[in-house]
């Protein structure tokens, strides 16, 4: 199994209940948790209804971003969210779309001029790319039941795994030249390839385009 950011220490921080529901009072607490046990990128994977305003959220993602932290935010599934929304839209957060392992908008991301960035998330690819890879994306987690054995299930697929792939990007980005959490966020935006050509619609539904780790 290859990941990144391999000496990056995690700080699991839980928001939601066992049926991944939460209240933004509770996510506003766990990032200043963040903030307050020097966290240096939040990974955010959850979203609230379309359109909703979120005030107390904004202020603890203000916060973090005064405090240099590199946020990140999934920007959402069809089928689990209607549009993309907070978190992934706050203005000083990276909103993540997922992509397919052959650089095609996964058939499972939500879309739009709201995403910045997109990044590995596995799945099947959107109708109209000639690219037909679609491995999944392993990730190392606890096994279903444990608490203390892990696994690597196949079976991942969504931006939240896309979310992570820029998380580990940014924390190798700290982790060698740069430590501003806004220095950070530009730099990943740099990195960002552009459009290829078969894929006209890509800059309206990509944002800037593919995250190249070996860039970052």
């Not at 030249?177 to 459009?195: E, P």
Request: net charge positive; aromatic share 8%.
């Amino acid at each position: 199994l290859t990941g990144l950011a391999y000496r990056a220490k995690l700080m699991p921080i839980r928001v939601l209940d066992r049926e991944g529901r939460g209240n933004a009072v509770t996510i506003a607490r766990g990032i200043r948790f963040a903030i307050e046990n020097h966290a240096q990128v939040v990974n955010m994977s959850f979203n609230f209804a379309c359109g909703k305003p979120v005030p107390v959220v904004d202020e603890a993602l203000r916060e973090a971003f005064e405090a240099g932290i590199v946020t990140v935010a999934s920007a959402g599934n069809l089928g689990s969210e209607g549009c993309v929304s907070e978190p992934a839209t706050a203005p000083r957060v990276i909103g993540v779309g997922g992509t397919t392992e052959g650089g095609c908008l996964g058939g499972y991301s939500l879309a739009g001029s709201r995403i910045d960035l997109v990044a590995p998330g596995g799945g099947i690819p959107k109708g109209g790319c000639p690219s037909v890879s679609a491995r999944p994306i392993y990730q190392v987690t606890l096994y279903p039941g444990s608490t203390s054995a892990f696994a690597m299930p196949a079976t991942y697929v969504g931006t939240s795994m896309s979310a992570a792939h820029v998380s580990g990007a940014a924390a190798m980005v700290l982790a060698t030249i740069i430590w501003c959490g806004v220095c950070v966020a530009t730099f990943v935006f740099a990195r960002a390839t552009g459009a290829r050509d078969y894929q006209s619609f890509v800059r309206a539904l990509l944002g800037p385009g593919w995250l190249v780790f070996e860039a970052a």
